[in-house]
């Protein structure tokens, strides 16, 4: 396939992991953060950790929006369909999260909610027009690579006059989660992180801009990568090298889409839409000031909480879930006493072990046979 | 049965009408069906025979079974419908015991209000797959059911074949060492019918590879009467049938990224969807897993044969007591292969 089979190339990736492992300096450890689920995926399937140095140590962020999302909100999204009988439309990955009670959306469909798996936003609207006398309610779920498209679909929804149709907002922020992870006591001592793998399609929008405070602010450098395996290639090598010339700057690997202001009538969009929510919680990082985006009055109408009353919910994961520390990069998916056992991508427990994109399904899925070697 | 003597004056209405509780009922509407589009279908001394059961001369020696249910929607779809698909899925159940299929039953669950238009594109399709596979359809059942207790057409059948003396092909043969061979391209009946599910239509030139395999088998038989293991990786796709595999036999399995052979249609179609063709369902593919020596002489009898044209050694069974498939990337690292969990789902973004 064009433009794809050159970013995962076996010769050049053979290339450019005898370069990382000249460069290395192998006195020392480079702990990376790898912010996003789609990295996260892109290094498990491809076995990239298998072509670096043992002194990289490439450490699974939170940036997968299933990953975070607490369990009150599925909570919440179940009340929607199963109490208030709309019909529910979200995106693949959420129909498996875990809920309160061992439910999740796909139980709750067993259990007669009409909850129905959409592609696009394009299709929720479909949904909405053709069922004039149903009450659809799109899951808005993701960073901010979605949230334009959802942008979209309201303005979309109230030119065309849909009052049957309203978002459930579930939609965070990237910069304010790398800020708490960069604020959290264990990046005092020495597992501290060295530098992070910025996201991909997230920068797409944002631009890489956003990212620079981390660089000057707590001297961390990052490097915007694509999701193909030789992006992710590139940027560790790039991090090498500032690591290793004592930089701390923002760089830009994904320079075929982009730029350092991103995106702007993205971005115009989403103001146009979006407020910044005073807090939210995400799911192992607790609750974090403005991390998080609520439609605004001036379209208060299509939003779902305010539609259906919604409360709050809050509901506390499992004792042992070591989600928290894992999406933090504290802890391995492998030092959690429930992985692999209690836990499992058929039955998961926390988060993580639900999209592809966490980091405890992608090790589960992927990687474990490195745990019994 | 008397066929110049009809019980009924009119004709089924092929081009408007709709399939009614009466069809189902056990009454003339019910024989009318039977007589119309069933028996003028599939056409055989068996069915016509009209009993409650065929009555069938088998060859001596052990007989292989199976059934499979087919709930398929769309029900048509590039490549085929669910009647080629009924036909083909059970011929390729029995044939993966090594069998030679003799023999097909049909039960139909029919849904009030189905045109009956549909249910004759569907049965002739049917009827088409078998006499092609020279596998009759020798007895069968239809049941109506009240409009919303069903998707249309379920089709459910039944085949049985006999084992040629000397072939044990079973799940549970693979040794460490034995080669690991598929008969084809994979993913193109997942991506075929995904490409016009309600919702999901994008513009695919994919088709279902919907075919019987049994002739296939036959020659790969006749080449190595030794074959370990065959299985027709469908739902859950390669990934979800190597791991049944390894977990039968308590070994594990090594295969190699570059070899597995995927489409540019289904690897595209993959990768916007957020899929991996892996997990994706074939209906006319085959694994084989064999002792080394034999995988030359299998891989040249496939690849002479139609159905095996891009037939490919995939990798190795290996020892492992966790019975992992790992597999080694077309990018030089290595990873697990494991079972498909849960449904597939795309992900986010």
């Known amino acids: 396939m064009k433009y794809i089979d050159e970013f995962r190339d076996a010769g050049s990736a053979r290339g450019l992991a005898a370069a990382i492992a000249r460069e290395t300096d192998a006195s020392r450890e480079y702990r990376i953060m790898e912010f996003c689920g789609g990295h996260t995926h892109a290094i498990s399937r491809y076995g990239i950790a298998d072509l670096l140095p043992a002194n990289i140590r490439l450490i699974h962020g939170p940036g997968c929006p299933v990953c975070v999302l607490p369990m009150g909100r599925i909570d919440s999204a179940i009340e929607l369909a199963l109490e208030h009988k709309v019909m529910l439309l979200v995106y693949g990955d959420c129909l498996r999260l875990p809920a309160s009670a061992g439910m999740s959306l796909m139980q709750a469909r067993a259990r007669g909610a009409d909850v129905r798996m959409v592609y696009s936003t394009q299709d929720a609207l479909r949904f909405a027009r053709d069922n004039p006398r149903r009450e659809v309610v799109f899951f808005a779920i993701g960073f901010e690579t979605t949230t334009p498209a959802t942008a979209v679909a309201v303005l979309q929804a109230e030119r065309d006059g849909l009052a049957n149709f309203s978002v459930f907002c579930n939609h965070v922020l990237t910069p304010p989660a790398i800020e708490h992870i960069l604020g959290s006591p264990s990046q005092a001592g020495d597992v501290a992180l060295d530098g992070f793998i910025g996201p991909a399609h997230v920068s797409t929008v944002i631009g890489s801009r956003p990212y620079e405070r981390f660089a000057t602010d707590y001297g961390k450098p990052l490097v915007i990568a694509g999701f193909e395996p030789l992006d992710v290639m590139q940027a560790i090598r790039m991090l090498v090298a500032q690591l290793n010339e004592g930089r701390a700057e923002v760089e830009n690997e994904f320079t075929r889409a982009v730029t350092r202001d991103g995106n702007l009538k993205a971005q115009r969009l989403c103001a146009q839409v979006f407020e910044l929510r005073e807090a939210f919680e995400w799911r192992g990082l607790g609750v974090l000031a403005s991390s998080a985006l609520r439609l605004n009055e001036r379209y208060r109408g299509f939003d779902a909480e305010a539609r259906f009353r919604l409360a709050a919910r809050s509901a506390p994961d499992h004792k042992a879930c070591e989600c928290g520390a894992i999406l933090r990069g504290s802890k391995r998916p492998s030092e959690c006493r429930l992985f692999g056992t209690a836990c499992t991508p058929e039955r998961p427990m926390g988060s993580c072990m639900v999209s592809s994109e966490g980091a405890c399904a992608a090790h589960y899925s992927y990687g474990r046979f490195r745990d019994a070697a | ?349």
């Open chain 2, 1 to 349: 049965m008397n066929r110049a003597r009809k019980d009924w004056s009119h004709p089924l209405d092929f081009r408007d009408g709709r399939v009614d509780m009466t069809h189902g009922s056990g009454g003339r509407a019910m024989a009318q069906l039977i007589d119309e589009l069933f028996l003028e279908a599939f056409d055989n001394r068996w069915l016509r025979a009209l009993n409650d059961q065929a009555c069938l001369d088998v060859p001596a020696g052990r007989l292989a079974m199976a059934t499979d249910a087919h709930v398929v929607s769309p029900l048509f779809f590039p490549g085929g419908d669910i009647g080629s698909l009924s036909v083909h899925g059970t011929i390729n159940d029995v044939a993966m015991a090594g069998a030679r299929p003799l023999y097909l039953a049909a039960a139909f669950v029919l849904e009030e209000g189905f045109a009956l238009a549909d249910l004759r594109r569907i049965v002739q399709s049917m009827a088409r797959a078998a006499r092609e596979a020279r596998v009759p359809v020798v007895t069968g059942d239809t049941k109506v059911v009240q409009a919303g207790k069903g998707d249309g057409v379920f089709i459910t059948t039944t085949g049985i074949g006999v084992i040629p003396d000397g072939v044990e092909i079973a799940g549970a043969r693979a040794r460490p060492g034995d080669r690991i061979l598929v008969s084809g391209t994979l993913g193109e009946h997942g991506v075929a019918v995904m490409a016009c599910r309600e919702g999901l239509e994008f513009a695919s030139s994919v088709r279902s590879d919907t075919a019987a395999l049994h002739e296939l088998v036959a020659a790969m038989v006749d080449t190595a009467p030794g074959i370990h293991v065959l299985r027709d990786p469908t739902r859950g796709g390669l990934a979800t049938t190597l791991n049944e595999i390894a977990r039968a036999s308590d070994v594990g399995m090594m295969i190699d990224e570059a070899r597995v052979p995927v489409s540019e249609g289904v690897a595209a179609a993959c990768e916007f969807l957020g899929l991996d063709p892996l997990y994706v369902a074939n209906e006319g593919k085959l694994v084989c897993i064999c002792a080394a020596e034999d995988a030359g002489r299998v891989l040249g009898a496939m690849r002479a044969h139609s159905l095996g044209a891009d037939a490919a050694l995939i990798g190795e069974v290996v020892a492992d007591p966790n019975c992992f498939v790992q597999m080694q990337t077309a990018l030089g690292g290595r990873r697990i292969v494991d079972w498909l969990s849960g449904e597939q789902l795309p992900r986010i973004c």
